[in-house]
């Protein structure tokens, strides 16, 4: 199993170049397709008082604006993926839905994996609503690109989030190609359950004996939050042991308390310090 139709998620301008470098140098290794796609933002109308008609200067500058913005995402895209020789396609989506739109999700729905940047309030990038409608839509794996400044890494240690959940099983067979590739491979485990059901000591013993099988090199470890949140703890401990990838399991709860509460899984998506692929 690998990559072979990758799809690369081109919010703006600023993050273009980066998401397209990792996604590149995913595909040669891979021998994968890549599809490019972005959600042209939708034109709103700005309303003048006291008659509320639509201002036209302004209508006429938001939609420059945004295509604009398409055109040097494309630009970006295209001008890499010639550079390196690799077999690509464009999408352009416009429409109020954005990247909850049915082409969108059709799109990501026919890859084996979704590549996009990590969430940054800071910019006109992707929107947290924009990554989890793509998670929890499109049913296929989602590689998030960490904000750190660093280039696309070879993935040598994986740190693989583990609950017992059915969400954190499938993002470990989803990221297969990844834990085959790398080095080395631990499964880590937040305040794992001691009872009568089950022993921390064994919690993950399972799924390494299965990875193992596929010839992964893989540990199983275990800490305590002591107090911080289960993001803090998942960040901490890929610094500990130098992890170039996290994989864990997305909305262990509903989507709505998820929304309304925060989690663990929104969190990743702000801070995670390192690549992470999530799946649902």
């Known amino acids: 199993m690998t990559y072979k139709t990758i799809v690369a998620v081109l919010s703006a301008a600023e993050d ?4 397209t470098d990792h996604v590149l140098a995913l595909a040669r ?4 397709h890549v599809i490019g796609i972005h959600a042209e933002a939708p034109v ?34 295209r001008s890499r993926c010639e550079r390196d020789d690799i077999s690509y396609e464009w999408r352009l989506f416009t429409g109020a839905a954005g990247y909850a739109s049915a082409g969108v999700i059709e ?5 084996d994996l979704v590549i996009a940047g990590q969430f940054d309030p800071d910019f006109d990038g992707p929107a947290r609503e924009d990554i989890e409608d793509l998670l929890y839509e499109s049913g296929r794996p989602v590689y998030l690109i960490s904000n750190a400044p660093a280039g696309p890494e070879p993935i040598r240690k994986v740190l693989l989030a583990w609950n017992g959940s059915r969400e954190s099983a499938r993002a470990a067979f989803d990221a297969l190609p990844f834990l085959t590739a790398a080095e080395s491979v631990e499964i880590f485990t937040v305040d794992p359950p001691d009872d009568s059901t089950q022993s921390h000591d064994f919690c993950g013993a399972e799924l390494a004996a299965s990875l193992a099988r596929h010839g992964v090199t893989v540990t199983v470890a275990s800490g305590a939050s002591h107090g911080h949140s289960v993001a803090e703890a998942l960040n901490r401990r890929a610094t500990e042991i130098d992890a170039s990838l996290i994989v864990m399991g997305a909305y262990s709860h509903s989507r709505l308390r ?18 992470t692929l999530m799946s649902r």
């Open 16 to 19: 273009a170049g980066k998401v």
């Open 29 to 32: 290794s891979t021998g994968g």
């Open 44 to 77: 709103v109308v700005t309303l003048i008082a006291p008659m509320e008609y639509p201002d036209p200067n302004a209508v006429l500058d938001l939609q420059e604006r945004a295509q604009r913005q398409s055109r040097e995402v494309e630009a970006a895209f």
């Open 107 to 111: 799109s990501a729905r026919g890859a």
């Open 258 to 275: 998820q929304r309304l509460f925060g989690g663990v899984t929104s969190a990743m998506m702000r801070s995670a310090r390192v690549p």
